[in-house]
């Protein structure tokens, strides 16, 4: 297996804040694009001593890093909502770290930070980046290291912002939700059926379709390894589809498109089915079902909604502080499995919001 140059002792208490020159950073690169799934090849691992702050700066030890789809987007060249990253950066991510040295009173030794870190179990942020680096403080009282990435995180913003805003769901409507045993579905349906909704999830396999209706509350859930899933939508969802909140494109979207109603809305989150396609994306077929129900279909972003997340925090804070919503993490180890670990997601090895732990 590759590694890394060499190892560093990791502190795990801030009694005594590290010397930083004794520290050495471990990263992983981007050395390649890939052509379909990543490989081992597309990455670099490298090591370099631990920056100082500078002004107004911090250094960040990464505790836990969130895996998503959407890295898979960041490894391509070409225009995205964000550019792509560099060949020879280190890989984007965002998690949550523990500031180990500081030149700024908002951020001081100690305090638990969410932002993007990268893929490296150091981040040193000179003051004039922590603004880009959306670095904010984060509470452990409100929700525990790993809820802060998933349900009070980036997917859990995206769940509720997509659903509340491009949604905008009415009490005894339909909604579907594909990835359901996901990050992001996993939100959307609990809010969903917060809301009033019947709520129907699509996810790959028995286990995951039982953790959805069971455990988080759903009316139902279509197993789509199982059979055609427009036999499930027919099943499940006599009235019709209202809301359909799109994670993977592709064949499944094509055919929740045969079952929506009039003034229906679909929410394009993602098309995880179609990122590790070397061809060109598969394209809805049935997008006429939108002119002859003259309903919707709308792309969501959700770094476009950073100055409402506090909204959405407190109120799924709440939620999951009174039990009624509950959010399932995946956590793997080790910042060398990261190459394994996020092809988890392409594969549906991952049951619930996949999270790289790389340091207590
Ligand atoms: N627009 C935005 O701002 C934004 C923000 C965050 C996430 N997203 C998107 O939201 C989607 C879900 O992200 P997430 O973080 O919540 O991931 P996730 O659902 O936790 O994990 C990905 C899941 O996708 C499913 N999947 C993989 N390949 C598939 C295929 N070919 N067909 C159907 N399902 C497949 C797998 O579940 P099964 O085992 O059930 O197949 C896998 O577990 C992704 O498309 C992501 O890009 C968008």
């Not at 009070?152 to 359901?180: C, H, I, N, R, W």
């Not at 396999?205 to 455990?215: L, S, T």
Request: contains cysteine.
């Amino acid at each position: 297996m590759v590694s890394f140059e060499q190892t560093t002792a990791i502190p795990t208490t801030m009694s005594t804040p590290p010397v930083l020159s004794s520290l050495s950073n471990q990263q992983i690169r981007l050395a390649s694009r890939p052509a379909g799934s990543p490989t081992r090849d597309n990455w670099n691992f490298t090591t370099e001593p631990v920056a100082e702050p500078g002004p107004q700066g911090v250094v960040v030890q990464t505790l836990c890093l969130s895996l998503d789809p959407a890295m898979r987007g960041w490894m391509n060249e070409g225009k995205s909502y964000i550019p792509p990253v560099g060949i020879g950066e280190v890989m984007r991510a965002g998690g949550i770290g523990r500031v180990i040295a500081s030149q700024n009173a908002d951020f001081p030794v100690g305090a638990l930070v969410s932002g993007s870190l990268g893929v490296q179990a150091y981040c040193a942020l000179p003051g004039d980046q922590l603004r880009r680096a959306g670095l904010v403080r984060i509470d452990p009282r409100v929700g525990s290291l790993t809820q802060w990435l998933n349900v009070l995180g980036m997917p859990g913003m995206t769940g509720y912002f997509g659903l509340m805003d491009v949604g905008q769901p009415k009490a005894g409507e339909t909604v579907v939700v594909s990835g359901a045993a996901g990050a992001v579905g996993q939100t959307v349906g609990q809010l969903a059926k917060l809301k009033g909704c019947r709520v129907v999830g699509i996810a790959g396999g028995q286990a995951k379709c039982d953790f959805v209706v069971k455990e988080l509350g759903f009316d139902a859930c279509i197993d789509y390894k199982q059979g055609p899933v427009k036999d499930g939508l027919k099943a499940h969802c006599p009235q019709g589809v209202d809301i359909y909140f799109d994670n993977v494109g592709g064949e499944i979207l094509d055919a929740v498109l045969t079952r929506i109603n009039r003034k229906a809305r679909i929410i394009i989150c993602g098309a995880i089915s179609q990122y590790n396609n070397p061809e060109s994306i598969q394209g809805p077929k049935n997008y006429l079902s939108l002119l002859v129900n003259r309903a919707r279909m709308e792309g969501i972003v959700v770094f476009d909604y950073a100055d409402r997340y506090p909204q959405a925090i407190a109120e799924l804070a709440g939620y999951l502080k009174d039990g009624r919503m509950k959010s399932r993490e995946d956590v793997v180890e080790g910042l060398e499995t990261f190459p394994e670990a996020l092809l988890k997601l392409f594969s549906g090895e991952n049951f619930g919001k996949l999270v790289l732990k790389v340091s207590d």
